[in-house]
């Protein structure tokens, strides 16, 4: 990214960063909670009765916590998207960075609520489906949010090749963000669900779900710090996407591996070929080169020629 802006792109991307500061703080917090009542009520009055035997207390304790989480990590982004809108608007170049990675926030955070609806309100036990679930109450989050988090993004004055590789990069590291805390929910679920505590035996899932859980954790923290980095043009950034698409490739294919057999691995499969795809995207010279502002071999001789003075 360039950060180069036009006022008219300043002014639009102030006014984007105040309205969803706004939603934020004032929206969110309630929509949490309708989604969050939603969900458990799925699983205590619906999902439990009919698979008493399954793991039913862990995905409360998580959904409960993980929530909440967000509603705080929501609210924080609203308050500082509204300090820095005035610092946007007055070019900053620190600014933009910043409220991309803010504008992140409520859209990986939405995303993570609107699949367990998907799961859990439109979805039922043994594959039926709940024709009367609607539209999940967070959807709205994860809209607001991306809303804000492409306008920010598109509003830099760049040539429409420099534009294809930003939205091919931060949309995958959004996507492939909210998929990792997904498959993390789970991994935390069967790994605090020890048959073997205080120990923990390899026969069951360990270290596997320590790696697809709580790292996946650790793991999306860094994305949004990836997402701040690679749009302030660091190089560092670029180095934590790679290392977070690496460690959430293996965590992912080992939890595959382990659990091949369960309902679930599949999904660990797919989230792991969504990390590896990420990976490729940051290496690939059209998408890192242009993410970070670096000319490529290609053009190079061009931008040189074009230096050069004309001879009489």
Do not use: C
Not at 148 to 172: C, H, P, R, S
Not at 206 to 233: K, Q, W
């Amino acid at each position: 990214m360039t950060n180069e802006t036009t006022k008219t792109g300043r002014i639009v991307m102030a006014i984007a960063a105040v309205l969803v500061g706004v939603f934020l703080m004032f929206s969110t917090p309630y929509i949490t909670v309708d989604q969050l009542n939603l969900a458990l009520h799925r699983l205590v009055e619906v999902f439990q009765p009919a698979d008493p035997d399954g793991v039913w207390d862990t995905p409360v304790k998580i959904l409960s916590a993980t929530f909440h989480v967000w509603m705080a990590l929501y609210v924080f982004s609203g308050a500082l998207l509204v300090l820095i809108a005035k610092d946007i608007y007055a070019d900053k170049k620190w600014a933009r960075p910043l409220a991309l990675a803010l504008m992140s926030i409520p859209s990986i955070g939405g995303m993570t609520f609107v699949i367990p609806h998907m799961v859990l309100a439109l979805g039922g036990p043994n594959g039926t489906t709940n024709p009367e679930a609607g539209m999940p109450p967070a959807m709205p989050i994860m809209l607001v949010g991306l809303a804000g988090y492409f306008i920010t993004l598109l509003a830099e004055k760049a040539d429409w090749k420099t534009k294809v590789a930003q939205i091919v990069t931060f949309t995958a590291l959004g996507v492939v963000g909210g998929m990792v805390f997904m498959n993390a929910q789970h991994g935390v679920r069967h790994f605090l669900h020890n048959p073997s505590l205080p120990f923990f035996e390899t026969e069951y899932s360990n270290p596997e779900l320590f790696l697809g859980g709580y790292v996946m954790y650790a793991a999306v923290a860094l994305f949004i710090v990836a997402i701040y980095l690679l749009a302030a043009r660091k190089e560092s950034g670029w180095y934590a996407g790679m290392m977070v698409g690496i460690v959430t490739f293996v965590a992912a294919f080992l939890t595959f591996v382990d659990r091949m057999g369960q309902p679930s691995g599949q999904e660990w499969l797919r989230g792991a070929m969504l990390s590896l795809g990420l990976t490729v995207i940051l290496a690939i010279p059209f998408f890192k080169n242009r993410v970070l502002g670096q000319t490529t071999e290609a053009e190079a001789p061009q931008s040189k020629t074009a230096l050069k003075p004309k001879t009489a």
